[in-house]
């Protein structure tokens, strides 16, 4: 054994006589020569967190032992989530190789090692195949789409809440508005913008041009026609026709005027 060597340079250079795959240690303060200790089996032999953190797990030399101050024990810490093997410490665990992202217990899987890294967006997911049957991880009213030109995955654009959210003039010009399905989206070329087609006037003031105005009914009463008034500069509802001659209060306007209730006749003033 060991013990048997009584110089420090033999012991260093000797294999354990007993143990071909250790070497002899020499103890400088003891001044003897002894066989070192056996690897453990796993992280779980290491009972100080000096000596666990420092050691990569026996069984699995990619990975390191990892100390748990509150059980006060050692085990093999995960590289990813599919290094953990239960499901209540998949769970609670954030990704060891991104800790942005939480460990999955997945049961629908086919795969062995049933935890993965959950993403946070459609841009995590690196599969296109995975991709397309996903929703969106921040938005589950939406799907993830696997965009060919980019090779990456993305999430579908949201719905848009009013026209000018429209981007493109093809989409806009077939499209409903939004926030008013009785009118239309337009595509305006001067802005390069998709607008809201303006809602029908109520009154004839609504109406803000000369030329609209003076073609139009008024909107509240379609006997009457729109009048525009170019000092005022707005579009106003001609007066409706007074029912009588007595009507009329001035020499001028009852003079022009036939009668209401007889247009063969003219009104005359007193």
Do not use: Q
């Amino acid at each position: 054994v060991c013990s048997d060597i009584k110089d420090s340079e033999t012991c260093s250079s000797s294999k354990c006589p007993d143990d071909a795959t250790r070497n002899c240690i020499w103890d400088s303060l003891k001044g003897e020569c002894s066989c070192e200790l056996p690897p453990p089996p796993s992280c779980s032999d290491f009972t100080s967190s000096a000596t666990c953190s420092s050691n990569k797990c026996p069984d699995d030399v990619t990975r390191m032992c990892r100390w748990d101050s509150t059980s006060h024990t050692c085990s093999c810490a995960p590289n990813v989530c599919s290094d953990i093997v239960d499901a209540e410490t998949c769970s609670s665990s954030k990704c060891p190789d991104n800790v942005k992202r939480s460990c999955r217990w997945d049961e629908t899987t086919n795969k062995t090692n049933k935890c993965d890294c959950a993403p946070n967006v459609c841009s995590d997911i690196v599969v296109a195949s995975t991709c397309r049957g996903s929703k969106c991880p921040d938005d589950t009213t939406r799907n993830c789409y696997w965009d060919g030109t980019k090779h990456m995955c993305d999430c579908t654009p949201p719905p848009p809440k009013v026209c000018s959210d429209i981007k493109d003039s093809r989409t806009c010009s077939s499209s409903k508005c939004p926030d008013d399905a009785t009118r239309s989206c337009y595509w305006d070329r001067t802005k390069r913008m998709c607008d809201c087609t303006p809602p029908p006037p109520k009154v004839c003031s609504d109406i803000k041009d000369s030329e609209t105005c003076s073609s139009s009914k008024c909107p509240d009463d379609a006997t009457r026609n729109c009048i525009w008034d170019s000092l005022k500069g707005e579009c106003s509802c001609e007066l409706p026709p007074p029912p009588s001659c007595s009507d009329f209060t001035n020499f001028g306007t009852c003079s022009s005027n036939k009668c209401p209730d007889d247009a063969t006749r003219m009104c005359r003033w007193d």
